[in-house]
């Protein structure tokens, strides 16, 4: 297929509101939002600056990019029905969050971490700032070597055909504070189960979640070992599940608590719940699959990759 031209090829570019911007959707006004926040003893004035901050960063970044190619602007509410172009180059201003939640609705597409407020955010998922952006779509274009990090993703798959993609972590679990009960099988070997959930974490995700889930356990059972580093490589072929809070009794085990996932070792999870049993990834819980009775859930490495441009 052809190569489009640089000044054709379009550059999406993905924002999300600010906390400032979401208080005025709750309380309509800046005065409003003022009296909630200094009512309560914080600081209104953090917000308006992180708030313009923000926006002068997208404003250069959306003049820089207007020299490179066709700009479309997309905020993140709307990225679950947005549809990429395979040649599209993704600038995503961030935080980290923000980049992991794109990348999951991504397939392959290199995509630029641009760090808006490096003062209040460490960015480890964003690497550039706007002294280096036009740097960042080159390189994007193959115009100047670059190393590209790929990230390993995780899939749930219902037995309905429905899935989900997970780029730091997928949650199986209840909606509420309950228990879940299911059938959980780890290579062919299995056991009934009553918990309150299943995490299965990637790389990317392993000093999150993964990492606070093995602290809280080691420093339990094993103290000596429970501050090392649990974090493991982004683009490892490998997943890990963990089972939070299992419950033995009568009718639950807690035998497979821990282990590794990979293309040679199954993961499957059938729901016993009549209601209320859920899949989310990446701590977004409004995009959630049902999990219910009858409902059989397969955890798997996904085929695609994300493509970070360094």
């Known amino acids: 297929m052809k190569t489009q031209p640089l000044e054709e090829r379009r550059i999406?570019?993905?924002?999300?509101?600010?906390?400032?911007?979401?208080?005025?959707?709750?309380?309509?006004?800046?005065?409003?939002?003022?009296?909630?926040?200094?009512?309560?003893?914080?600081?209104?004035?953090?917000?308006?600056?992180?708030?313009?901050?923000?926006?002068?960063?997208?404003?250069?970044?959306?003049?820089?990019?207007?020299?490179?190619?066709?700009?479309?602007?997309?905020?993140?509410?709307?990225?679950?029905?947005?549809?990429?172009?395979?040649?599209?180059?993704?600038?995503?201003?961030?935080?980290?969050?923000?980049?992991?939640?794109?990348?999951?609705?991504?397939?392959?597409?290199?995509?630029?971490?641009l760090n808006p407020d490096p003062a209040r955010w460490e960015g480890v998922l964003l690497p550039y700032q706007l002294q280096r952006l036009e740097e960042g779509v080159q390189k994007a274009l193959g115009m100047m070597s670059c190393p590209l990090r790929y990230v390993t993703l995780a899939k749930a798959t219902l037995n309905t055909g429905e899935s989900l993609y997970g780029v730091n972590d997928i949650f199986i679990g209840p909606k509420t504070h309950q228990s879940l009960r299911y059938i959980i099988n780890h290579n062919g070997v299995s056991e009934n189960q009553s918990s309150s959930g299943i995490i299965v974490s990637t790389g990317l995700g392993s000093t999150g979640w993964f990492t606070s889930l093995m602290v809280g356990a080691n420093g339990i059972a094993n103290p000596d070992v429970a501050q090392k580093n649990w974090a493991f490589p982004w683009d490892s072929d490998y997943l890990y599940f963990t089972v939070r809070e299992p419950?033995?009794?009568?009718?639950?085990?807690?035998?497979?608590?821990?282990?590794?996932?990979?293309?040679?070792?199954?993961?499957?999870?059938?729901?016993?719940?009549?209601?209320?049993?859920?899949?989310?990834?990446?701590?977004?819980?409004?995009?959630?699959?049902?999990?219910?009775?009858?409902?059989?859930?397969?955890?798997?490495?996904?085929?695609?990759?994300?493509?970070l441009v360094l």
């Open 12 to 113: 999406v570019v993905i924002v999300r509101k600010t906390r400032l911007e979401e208080l005025l959707y709750k309380y309509n006004t800046v005065a409003q939002s003022k009296f909630y926040i200094e009512h309560l003893g914080g600081d209104f004035s953090d917000y308006e600056a992180e708030h313009a901050q923000y926006h002068r960063s997208v404003t250069g970044a959306i003049k820089i990019l207007e020299r490179l190619g066709r700009v479309h602007t997309v905020d993140r509410s709307f990225l679950p029905n947005y549809i990429f172009g395979k040649e599209d180059i993704v600038v995503v201003i961030g935080q980290d969050g923000l980049v992991a939640n794109t990348l999951k609705y991504l397939d392959g597409h290199r995509v630029i971490g």
């Open 247 to 307: 419950f033995p009794s009568k009718y639950s085990k807690a035998s497979i608590l821990f282990g590794t996932i990979t293309p040679t070792v199954s993961f499957q999870i059938q729901s016993l719940m009549p209601e209320n049993g859920v899949i989310f990834s990446d701590g977004i819980e409004k995009d959630f699959l049902e999990f219910n009775s009858g409902a059989t859930a397969t955890i798997t490495i996904a085929q695609k990759r994300g493509c």
